[in-house]
């Protein structure tokens, strides 16, 4: 009942929201009450962020610090020639694309979880497009281990969060300091020290793949 109510309501918001301008997309849209709903379909489309638990060495401190078992997250576009038409674009070293089926296997187990950004009304194709040339402006660029938030180096979070801020000012999820998370855990601490030293910068902004997986913004359409 929920999906379909879900069906009805997306193409109620396309409907009457299709004399909008689709340079000015609302951004006050509010899903808080049925953000937990899934799109019963589950046909991928441009722009959606996927999330998975990596096995990198401090996979497990960031999932003890934000208290999410995810710990990695990027874009989803579909390429318009190669094997893997579906294609994930992350902050890795360098930042670069990955085919999806490569992406999920390097994942923990295989799993991972698909959202799609929700807004009043629907992204149009042409802001999708847009969304993947500013995405694809940051190809090429190296890993940043210290996470800061200059556009110097860019994190896989950070990737995301800013490639939908630059298209329209979309906020998904919200913007944290290092000071918020937890960081007693001794893995953490660790990991910190390996990174800073004695000199860690607390008020650093950041985003976390948690934050923005908890975003009510997002809707879930795949969850493997």
């Not at 879900?6 to 006050?28: H, M, R």
């Not at 402006?137 to 979070?157: E, I, M, Q, R, T």
Request: charged letters at 30%; aromatic letters at 12%.
């Amino acid at each position: 009942m929920i999906g379909k109510f879900l069906k009805i309501l997306i193409i109620f918001i396309i409907i009457t929201g299709c004399d909008n301008d689709s340079q000015s997309v609302s951004t006050d849209f509010d899903f808080t009450e049925i953000g937990i709903a899934k799109i019963e379909s589950e046909e991928l489309k441009d722009g959606d962020i996927i999330f998975q638990t990596s096995k990198s060495n401090q996979s497990k401190a960031i999932q003890l610090a934000t208290k999410s078992k995810y710990s990695h997250c990027g874009l989803i576009f579909k390429k318009e020639s190669g094997k893997d038409k579906w294609c994930v674009i992350e902050a890795v070293q360098p930042v670069k694309w990955t085919p999806l089926s490569e992406w999920i296997n390097r994942g923990e187990g295989g799993h991972y979880v698909v959202k799609r950004f929700i807004s009043d009304p629907m992204l149009p194709d042409e802001m999708l497009v847009e969304l993947r040339i500013i995405a694809e402006g940051y190809l090429g660029k190296n890993y940043d281990v210290y996470f800061n938030w200059s556009d110097d180096k860019v994190y896989c979070s950070e990737l995301v969060w800013k490639s939908y801020y630059k298209l329209n000012q979309f906020e998904i999820g919200e913007l944290q300091t290092l000071k918020d998370f937890d960081l007693t855990n001794d893995l953490v601490k660790q990991k910190m020290k390996e990174r800073y030293g004695s000199n860690i910068p607390m008020d650093e902004k950041v985003i976390s793949p948690a934050a923005i997986f908890n975003s009510n913004r997002l809707l879930t359409v795949v969850e493997k």
